[in-house]
């Protein structure tokens, strides 16, 4: 099995240096910080990250790839994967006292750290999970079990998107349509010319779950959509399900925390999800669980993994859910400190996160002469970029065959989107590549794309018959 990657010396004395470790050298526990107080934003003028630290932060990467696909798996700092991995040794030098006395005050300064980026109302509202998904099957395993006990009536709707991301359309068939709810798809336009298009197709499939009598229970919506990647209105959505009786809204924001604004007072949601290890910088995997106060005192609401602290309360249960590691939870406050070194903090990297992806989606639209996924507002940190049409991305398995090219010829990692033509369409733009931009990306890593791309054109490549 690989090792964890040696983080760069220079990298990691300079952030100890900056920070006193968190960890005693005996192992023994710290005294938790004092976060009541909200994550200050480092002045300017002092100790801004400079751009060879970046470099230097994230030199762990293979150099030989243009990595324009962060919205997939994300990326960790090498100052933070160092500092998981003294909590990895905290643990194995001494795992009595690491579960008795660490990891419950740890893991709570971390929800306290997640409390305050997301503006919640109380701590007992955050609740740390592995992913995203994790997440939702919570969020459904609820829904399940008020289906199966009556409380439900067969019959009742849960409305999502029909472009939820793939593992959260499966659980909502493994709890939701087994349980006897039916499940409404809003299917949304792409490309999309404006929010007002999926205004009014959610306002229509709502209307659909009420007929009859019947009643939306759930509607699961997406903050950002993966594939294909656009900003979803949410806080209008949540608005409408608020005027037509839906009884509670989950939202799911993978690309959450770190890519968009993400505040639970303003969004109003009775459930938010997001991953922390894909635009906030974690170390695979940790995300989080909003459940607003009222919700959060269900007795049905359960981690799905039933460990000994079953009953005490969902943020306890998923504090422990068996041996494992918690690594990658303990790190939030470090990494609160990492982005803190950046100008504007989490605010400033979403701007220029956003800024660079439009310029350099525009840049490939313009250079292959297509067209974006979306207006440039309606895309956060990534973007959807419409590829030429005489490449003959015809299907999903062309999709696959380009991508897999691009990475094998080319060192371009970057996901590919078909997208069916439209009856009547003539020579439409049917493949779409999701770039991502995140700290790490220089231009070069996009203009070596156009000129593969470009290179694929010119030797007359279509993937309709290519049959690798």
Partial sequence: MASLPSPPDEAT??????HPKRLSSNGAAEPASDFSKKPRVCPQSLNLISPSEVESEFSHHDPTFARINNGSFG???ASILALQREWQLR???Q???????????????????????????HVNEISIVDNATTAAAIVL??????FREGRFQRGDAVVMLHYAYGSVKKSVEAYVTRAGGQVIEVQLPFPVVSADEIVGRFRNALETGKANGRRVRL???DHVTSMPSVVIPIKELVKICREEGVDQVFVDAAHGIGCVDV????????????NLHKWFFAPPSVAFLYCKKSNNDSPDLHHPVVSSEYGNGLAIESAWVGTRDYSAQLVVPSISEFINRFEGGIDGIKKRNHEAVVEMGLMLSKAWGTQLGCPPEMCASMIMVGLPSCLGVTSDSDALKLRTLLRERFSIEVPIYFCPPKDGEI?????????????YNKPDDYYRFRDAINELVRDGIRFTYLTK
């Fill in 75 to 77: 990326c960790c700092p």
């Fill in 95 to 121: 795992p009595d006292r690491f579960y008795f006395d660490d990891l419950k005050p740890n893991i709570a300064e971390s929800r306290a750290v997640i409390k305050r980026l997301i503006n919640a109302d």
């Fill in 263 to 274: 505040d639970m007072k303003e969004i109003g949601a009775d459930f938010y999800t997001s």
């Fill in 91 to 93: 643990f194995l030098r």
């Fill in 219 to 221: 509607a699961l919506i």
């Fill in 427 to 439: 020579d439409p733009i049917t493949g779409y590549a999701r770039i991502s931009h995140q700290i």
């Fill in 141 to 146: 395993q609820q829904t399940a079990w008020a």
């Fill in 13 to 18: 004395a300079a952030y100890l240096h900056r």
